[in-house]
């Protein structure tokens, strides 16, 4: 007769269970740009690493940063641009950012955290 290790079954379960846990949390993917809207300088994306057997899915309406510097006396702001096929890293907020976009402190709408929902390309791989 065989022994069960209560142990090892128990630590596969609970090691079985944060992996699926943790592959619903995204924090930084890198992409390559479907489209690019530059009056609203949003782009929809397509994630470059697969986690299954398929490609995965676009991430539509993100919003790309843009950069605020200053020249001598002037301020400058500079608006992102992409070009479709450039390869951007793109971030995934800690909780959902749309009602903070205005720039106003503002509670969240929705639990979410760590969602491609609430994604934002910080800049283009070069």
Avoid: W
Avoid at 79 to 108: H, M
């Amino acid at each position: 007769m065989s022994k069960v290790d209560a142990a090892g079954t128990l630590s596969r379960l609970i090691e079985g269970f944060v992996n699926r846990a943790m592959s619903g949390v995204h924090v930084a993917i890198p992409c390559r740009v479907v489209s690019f809207d530059e009056s609203t300088c949003r782009a929809d994306v397509q994630p470059l690493v697969r986690t299954g057997d398929d490609a995965p899915a676009v991430i539509q309406n993100v919003p790309a940063l843009g950069r605020k510097r200053r020249i001598g006396p002037e301020i400058e702001i500079e608006k992102p641009f992409y070009e479709k096929g450039d390869v951007v890293y793109v971030v995934c907020a800690d909780r959902e950012i749309k009602n903070t976009l205005g720039g106003q402190v503002a509670a969240p709408d929705s639990a979410r955290m760590h969602d491609i929902n609430d994604a934002v390309i910080v800049g283009v791989f070069v």
